[in-house]
């Protein structure tokens, strides 16, 4: 097993976590094939892990996974877990591509489909496209980083998609998959002509994880481009053989339209001095400040909204 850790400084303190640096969002460990990792070890395997670590204030573990593909993560068997803010969603897939979305979905989803099939139609030819070439990534990546930068911007939030050197890594990844080399499988929905919806995933172990859902602006929103590109590329997978479909963490209402199953994520936050105590315990406080925001509409569109002219103010370069 390797675990990959590292020390970042937050607020004046040395905080260990894991190597994800918010980009991934599971934490696990790499494990030997075929290994199986004996539940009743988890508290031998944390004596092992503070063992061998560095000097730090606080040790947070945040996103683990109960399980990875059917077998336990390790990180999971250790003591002092609390569950996590959010969980993730994922839907088995089975049977004929032909007819697998309409099996998922519920009555909801269904029609918005028809709905969404009927409107694009009417606006002009559909084109799935599965990008195979490097002609096919430079057309569809750039589009994709538009149209997930507008969004949030919109949003007034920040993605890391903004910084050039993300954008740099995620298409080289992209590049360097084409022909099966690698896990990652770029699409784009285009209705007469314009790209309305784009999606960035990744491919391993017969399950298609989706990474990023882009779509064009408001003028496309009555044709559900999400949803409608989504249930293209649930069809692509299961011609692939993919078996499962992994929606990420989140809960968000398109994810249990198409069957996704809850799963709880759990962290560990451990304090090792007075300073790591002091922070875990603010951080905690504007953890349940930000969702007293989110759970008040008013006040999070306020807020929404301040975020972003702050955001454009600095972009524009006024004072």
């Given at each position: 097993m390797l675990l990959p850790l590292v020390v970042t400084m937050q607020s004046g303190c040395k905080v260990l976590t894991?190597?994800?640096?918010?980009?991934?969002?599971?934490?696990?460990?790499?494990?030997?094939?075929?290994?199986?990792?004996?539940?009743?070890?988890?508290?031998a395997l944390w004596d092992a892990i503070q063992a061998a670590l560095p000097p730090a204030d606080l040790v947070i573990i945040d996103q683990i996974p109960a399980l990875l593909r059917h077998i336990r993560n390790p990180l999971a068997c250790l003591p002092h877990l609390e569950a996590a803010d959010r969980q993730s969603f994922d839907v088995a897939i089975d049977g004929e591509p032909d007819l697998v979305v309409d099996r998922l979905v519920n009555n909801q989803t269904r029609r918005i489909l028809k709905t969404s099939q009927r409107r694009m139609s009417e606006r002009g030819e559909i084109r799935f496209l599965v990008a195979e070439t490097p002609e096919d990534i430079e057309l569809l990546f750039p589009i994709m980083v538009r149209q997930r930068l507008d969004r949030f911007r919109e949003l007034g939030r920040f993605d890391f998609l903004e910084r050039p050197e993300i954008q740099a890594f995620y298409r080289q990844a992209a590049l360097s998959s084409l022909d099966g080399k690698g896990p990652v499988r770029l699409f784009g929905l285009s209705v007469g002509g314009t790209w309305i919806a784009t999606t960035y995933t990744l491919v391993h172990a017969g399950t298609i994880h989706l990474t990023i859902v882009a779509m064009a602006d408001s003028s496309w929103h009555s044709c559900s481009p999400g949803m409608a590109i989504i249930s293209r590329y649930i069809r692509w997978a299961r011609q692939q053989g993919v078996t499962l479909v992994d929606f990420s963490i989140g809960e968000l209402a398109y994810k249990v339209g198409f069957g996704g199953e809850p799963r709880d994520r759990y962290r560990l936050c451990i304090p090792l001095t007075v300073k790591g105590r002091i922070l875990l315990a603010v951080r905690k406080k504007v953890a349940r400040l930000k969702q007293g925001i989110k759970e008040n509409e008013t006040l999070s569109r306020f807020v929404r909204r301040g975020i972003q002219i702050y955001r454009n103010r600095g972009q524009s370069g006024s004072p």
């Open positions: 894991f190597l994800g640096h918010a980009v991934s969002d599971i934490s696990a460990p790499l494990m030997a094939p075929g290994y199986v990792f004996p539940e009743e070890a988890g508290p």
